[in-house]
Nanobody, 122 residues
Framework: QVQLVESGGGLVQAGGSLRLSCAASGRTFSSYAMGWFRQAPGKERDFVAAIRWSGGRTYYADSVKGRFTISRDNAKNTVYLQMNSLKPEDTAVYYC???????????????WGQGTQVTVSS
C-alpha cells in the first residue's frame, strides 16, 4: 500500500503561482511513476502531468505545457507540481496518483490522494 497526501492548494488570482506537494508513505515510493490529475465540478478527471520513477522523463497535458512543472524528490518521498501563469480554467480539485508506469489514463494508477482544491480567480 501507498498512502498519498496532497497539500498546497488554495485561492490565487489569475497569473499567479502555486506549488502542490504530494507526500507518500508506505511501500517504496521510488519504484512508482507519479501523476497529477484534476477534476472540475461536473467534469471527468483529466491528466495534468506525470513523471517516471527515476524522474528522468516528464509528461504534460497540452493545456498546461510550459506553465506547470512536475518534479520528484525520492529521498523525501514527495512529488511536486509547480503551477505558474494560472488561469481560471485551471480551477479544479488536484489529485496525485501512483502507479507502476506513467499514463494519461487515470485507470492506470493504483493509489490516489484525497485531493486539494485549487481556485483561480479572474
Amino acid at each position: 500500500q501507498v498512502q498519498l497526501v496532497e497539500s498546497g492548494g488554495g485561492l490565487v488570482q489569475a497569473g499567479g503561482s502555486l506549488r502542490l506537494s504530494c507526500a507518500a508513505s508506505g511501500r517504496t515510493f521510488s519504484s512508482y511513476a507519479m501523476g497529477w490529475f484534476r477534476q472540475a465540478p461536473g467534469k471527468e478527471r483529466d491528466f495534468v502531468a506525470a513523471i517516471r520513477w527515476s524522474g528522468g522523463r516528464t509528461y504534460y497535458a497540452d493545456s498546461v505545457k510550459g506553465r506547470f512543472t512536475i518534479s520528484r524528490d525520492n529521498a523525501k518521498n514527495t512529488v511536486y507540481l509547480q503551477m505558474n501563469s494560472l488561469k481560471p480554467e485551471d480551477t479544479a480539485v488536484y489529485y496525485c496518483a501512483a502507479g507502476p508506469r506513467w499514463s494519461t489514463a487515470y485507470t492506470a494508477y493504483d493509489y490516489w490522494g484525497q485531493g486539494t482544491q485549487v481556485t483561480v480567480s479572474s
